[in-house]
């Protein structure tokens, strides 16, 4: 079984892009405060890497901002990529399939932030690939 739950703030604000074939994406960290205090005496956060496509996606988008609290459930992905140095990158992240609005904070700008889709020119329409 592969599921997972999560309960943090966003980072920064999300993102919306538009990829091929008129699938929408949102990519961002959620800040998960540990349940100790480490030596010096204070509590130490993971980040954890999320994505989310299509509706729950334009969701995210639209009503959370920097701070949000969310509930986050999910699976785990693993996978890779080759980046501009030609250096093969592994990442993990969770796939976010279900989302519990806790406590909203408003977006640093009151427009939604869109990336629009980029024109295809060779491999730059495998950058939305997602492998099996």
């Not at 994406?25 to 030596?39: C, G, P, V």
């Not at 990442?91 to 519990?100: A, F, G, I, N």
């Not at 904070?105 to 491999?123: A, F, M, V």
Request: with cysteine.
């Amino acid at each position: 079984m592969n599921q997972v739950g999560l309960v943090g703030r966003f980072t920064k604000d999300p993102v919306l892009r538009y990829l091929s074939g008129d699938r929408v994406q949102t990519h961002f960290s959620l800040a998960i405060n540990r349940n100790f205090k480490n030596s010096r005496g204070e509590v130490d956060a993971d980040f954890i890497f999320c994505t989310a496509w299509g509706r729950l996606a334009e969701h995210i988008v639209k009503y959370c901002g920097k701070g949000s609290l969310i509930g986050a459930n999910g699976r785990i992905q693993t996978r890779s990529f080759v980046n501009e140095e030609s250096t093969k990158i592994f990442m993990t992240e969770v796939v976010v399939e279900d989302v519990r609005f806790y406590q909203l904070k408003q977006r640093d700008s009151d427009e939604t932030t869109l990336i629009p889709p980029q024109p295809p020119n060779g491999q730059e329409n495998l950058k939305d690939f997602v492998l099996p």
